[in-house]
């Protein structure tokens, strides 16, 4: 197959001897910045705008015209007449939220949530991955890995049936302790557990991933370092502090400026799935807040500016964070301009 | 050295926090009524086999439907991803074209920006989706962060190839299928499959956007019957012959859920980590 708009145009090709630089330096000439090309044959042709065309029409039509949508935040949205006519009633939405109380239980909530996930879902992983290396056998390293990295790939759906299976009234647990005559438990249902139950999820679900970012970096450790510091005479302990940590900084920030951007979103998914069980007081996150008074409330307006107002901050937050990591010589979550 | 038996001891007891629960599932999924009626609900171990749970899920009704709606909304959603994906990633690894920095920027802008629920919400209504299964595909198709995947495995590609294969007469359409995706066929692979668990995996989409129960993917039947525990009737599976226990008839729906995501994780494993690794650890 031929594409006729890659050759040369003829009338080009037949200018007589005088004007033909010219020509050649109007029409035909590469610009200055794209390197080594010399003739049009291999710059590339406009059907290269169709190729593109499906991938940026839904990109445009589910992210760009929703990002738009978000003035409905400041209207008092009518569904019958539409957003566009809808009356606009500039900053209410917003102090209507400020002025909800459970807006602020599913702030605290979730910050709460952001809080214990960040002490407790770090450190996890890393010690994971600092097991896994001190792990002689490579093959039964490997094994382990298999098997700790599988959870990562199972819907949160199943994560918490596979939880309810181990700790719900019926599960594991639960049959363990009547058959031993022990009194059973209220794991699933127990709101002063919740966050404990989502958190030991996460932990369950993407720890082993974590584990093998992390146990990546531990590889590009130069082995002779610890050589090195094992002939001055440094423990394993000051070993792992003064070498290994050092070179798991990067990707530690990396994951933390990471963790820090979804800080506001903690796992919508999880959460609305167990939220009958215990409760919206121990459960309602800024997520599910929006999913309630929207979609299910129908107070778009006020749902939809929460929902503003959190992706706002979260962006904030991020490119925040990744600023810091720059100033302390960090590559953070993407680099520098110049590498 | 006590260290390391300590450590091997540790890394067991993970290992096994994963296991045991899979283990449980399959084996209440495979035990006959009478064993899991007489331990309450589950077994760790059956004592005989029974294939009854499948047969009741899979003979009709609303779990064999869900399967079915999930098996389509992977395939061809996969396939539409895959498709548009590459293609526009192609387009961005081109250089020279005329407005490619600016179709990159559109591309970049969507992975800090979430639009939010409620107005996605109100566009996927407003262009007629609500209950239909292009719902679960749609919205969802293209993955910013899968296109800057695709568009970096692209760049990689020697420059001279392009610049031959035009001079022999190749239009952008044969140099993207008969080049470029021939010798990108590992890492579209990839993207495929992680698209692909995606799709299988969504609950979110159904959740918001189907209202109708016969569309239901199957993550939304494992939600109804397996989180919420809600009772099966005729409609959902066949219960004529009614001799797996209610409960095995869960679990085989979880097992069903679970089983796709098992057969492809070799692979997910060792191409997905190898994939997470070129972005994340530098050097």
Redesign the interface.
């Known amino acids: ?3 006729p708009s ?1 050759t040369s145009p003829p009338e080009q090709e037949q200018l007589p001897g005088p004007d033909a630089p010219a020509a050649w330096s109007a029409g035909t000439r ?2 200055a910045r ?1 390197r ?2 010399t003739s049009t ?5 406009s ?3 169709l ?2 065309l ?3 029409l ?13 003035i ?1 935040a400041f209207k008092s949205y009518l569904p019958f007449i ?2 566009l006519e809808s009356p606009w009633v500039g900053w209410e939405n917003f102090t209507d939220a400020l002025a909800d109380q459970d807006f602020y239980r599913a702030l605290t909530n979730t910050l709460i949530i952001t809080f214990v996930q960040v002490v407790l879902v770090f450190p996890a992983p890393l010690v ?1 991955a600092l ?2 290396n ?3 056998s490579q093959r ?1 390293r490997q ?2 890995q ?6 990562h ?6 994560v ?7 700790f719900g009234a ?3 647990i639960n ?1 363990i302790l ?1 058959a031993t005559g022990g009194r059973p438990l209220e794991i699933m249902t127990n709101p002063d557990l919740f966050i404990s139950l989502v958190t030991a999820q996460v932990i ?1 679900k993407d720890a ?1 991933w974590a584990a ?2 992390f146990f ?2 531990l590889a ?1 450790i130069d082995r002779n370092l610890y050589e090195a510091a094992s002939v001055d005479g440094a423990s394993r302990m000051r070993q792992l502090w003064h070498i290994t940590m050092p070179g798991l900084k ?2 530690v920030i ?1 994951l933390l400026i990471l963790k820090l951007g979804n800080a506001l979103s903690v796992g ?2 999880q959460i ?3 939220q ?1 069980a215990v409760g919206r007081d121990a459960s309602e996150v800024l ?1 599910t807040y ?2 309630n008074n ?2 299910i409330g129908g107070d ?1 307006g006020m ?2 500016a929460v ?2 107002m ?2 706002i901050i ?2 904030a937050i ?1 490119l925040g964070a990744n600023k810091v990591a720059h100033i302390f010589g960090e ?1 953070g979550v993407y ?1 520098r301009v110049s590498h | 050295m006590p260290m ?1 038996i300590m ?2 001891i ?2 067991l007891g ?2 096994l ?6 283990l ?2 399959v084996s ?1 999924s495979l035990a006959p009524r009478s064993q899991v009626n007489a ?4 077994v ?1 171990w059956p004592e005989t086999l029974s294939f009854q749970a499948y047969v009741q899920v899979l003979e009709g009704g609303a779990v064999t439907r869900a399967m079915w709606i999930s098996a389509f909304v992977t395939v061809v959603g996969t396939l539409i991803s895959l ?3 590459a ?2 990633a ?3 690894a ?4 005329r ?1 490619r920095g600016a ?1 990159l920027w ?2 970049l802008v ?1 992975l ?13 209504k ?2 007629g989706l609500i209950d239909s299964i292009w719902s679960l595909i ?5 993955s ?1 962060f899968n ?1 800057i995947v695709l568009r970096a495995f692209f760049l990689g590609i020697p ?1 001279e190839l ?2 031959a294969a ?2 022999d ?6 140099i ?1 299928t008969m080049i470029v995706l021939p010798l990108s066929r590992a890492s579209l692979s990839v993207i495929g499959l992680f698209y692909a ?1 995606g799709y ?5 989409n159904a ?2 956007y189907i209202n109708d129960t016969t569309k239901w993917p199957l ?1 939304m039947i ?2 109804s019957f ?3 525990d809600s009772q099966f009737t005729t409609l959902d599976v066949s219960l004529i012959e009614q001799m797996a226990a209610p ?1 095995s008839l869960a ?1 085989a729906i ?1 097992v069903i ?2 089983v796709p ?2 057969i492809v ?2 692979f ?2 060792k191409n997905f ?1 190898k994939g ?2 070129t972005g ?4």
Do not use: C
């Open positions: 197959m031929t594409s890659t590469p610009p794209s080594k090309r044959i291999t710059r590339p042709s059907v290269l705008y190729f593109a499906p991938g940026l839904l990109l445009v039509l589910f992210h760009y015209v929703p990002l738009l949508g978000n409905i539409g957003i994971l097991m896994l001190s792990m002689m039964l094994t382990v298999a098997i700790v990295y599988m959870p790939f199972l819907s949160w759906v199943i918490v049936a596979v939880f309810q299976e181990v019926a599960g594991v049959h009547r369950w082993g093998i970012l990546a970096a590009q990067g990707i990396m919508f998914e609305i799935l167990q009958n997520d929006v999913y929207g979609l778009w749902a939809a929902g503003l959190k992706s979260s962006v991020v590559d680099r | 390391r450590n091997g540790a890394l993970v290992s926090l994963v296991l045991i629960p899979f449980s599932i209440t331990s309450g609900g589950i760790l498709t548009a994906s293609m526009l192609y387009a961005l081109r250089p020279g074209l407005g179709m559109t591309v969507t800090f920006f979430a639009p939010g629920i409620i107005p996605t919400f109100l566009v996927v407003q262009v749609l919205p969802t198709a293209v910013g296109v420059e392009f610049d035009k001079i007469g190749a239009g952008e359409r044969r993207l668990v299988w995996n969504a609950f979110f959740l918001i993550q494992v939600r397996v989180v919420d409960s679990m979880l859920s679970i995501i098992l994780y070799p997910l494993q980590a997470m690794l994340a650890v530098k050097g």
